[in-house]
T-cell receptor, first 114, second 113 residues
């Protein structure tokens, strides 16, 4: 149980376009999901906390207008990178909060902006 | 504010040797502690967690960790490693009831034949 999926697993786009990444909890309901960003050889940096039915809470330094998060249902959160630029290229990982503060992680999405 | 420090960025070890990956945390409140493993181009998999109770926690793949409150440490150990244990390991502390995780910098475990 406790499986989280992400789609797509990788995406290549042109600079200036927008990209949407989906995060789904497949076998449980998650009122809270998290979005992380990971640069090569580095740790995970929390970008935002996504709560079902309410606005996301962004970490300091994360542009909320650039990284749009929508948590429309108890099993789906989406991250849209708007007007992507090469510096947005990264590995984006989502997680869903389970009981006892445990998080279940998705497999990640590799974004490359040309 | 909470923080996590993984003292070793890389740990090379020979196959079947024991290994310890070190993790120290700082927090002014009670914490939940986690160890995750990440294989290349994949998400994170939970190895083990400390929530309360026994300070010695056993996880998957033969790993265990010991919570030491006085030393604010949560070191990960395995008595005999395999080639397949080569991966990135992250220690994390959970922030109160929000469930937010604060990660350490990661330790690359390199198991050599």
């Amino acid at each position: 149980g406790a499986v989280v999926s992400q789609h797509p697993s990788w995406v290549i786009c042109k600079s200036g376009t927008s990209v949407k990444i989906e995060c789904r909890s497949l076998d449980f309901q998650a009122t809270t999901m998290f979005w992380y960003r990971q640069f090569p050889k580095q740790s995970l940096m929390l970008m935002a906390t996504s709560n079902e039915g309410s606005k996301a809470t962004y970490e300091q330094g994360v542009e909320k207008d650039k990284f749009l998060i929508n948590h429309a249902s108890l099993t789906l959160s989406t991250l849209t990178v708007t007007s992507a630029h090469p510096e947005d290229s990264s590995f984006y990982i989502c997680s869903a909060k389970g009981g006892l503060n445990e998080q279940f992680f998705g497999p990640g999405t590799r974004l490359t902006v040309l | 504010a909470q923080s996590v420090t993984q003292l070793d960025s890389q740990v090379p070890v020979f196959e079947e040797a024991p290994v310890e990956l070190r993790c120290n945390y700082s927090s002014s409140v009670s914490v939940y502690l986690f160890w995750y493993v990440q294989y290349p181009n994949q998400g994170l998999q939970l190895l083990l967690k400390y929530l309360s109770g026994s300070t010695l926690v056993k996880g998957i793949n033969g790993f265990e960790a010991e919570f030491n409150k006085s030393q604010t440490s949560f070191h990960l150990r395995k008595p005999s490693v395999h080639i397949s244990d080569t991966a990135e390991y992250f220690c994390a502390v959970s922030e109160g009831n929000t469930g937010k995780l604060i990660f350490g910098q990661g330790t690359t475990l390199q198991v050599k034949p």
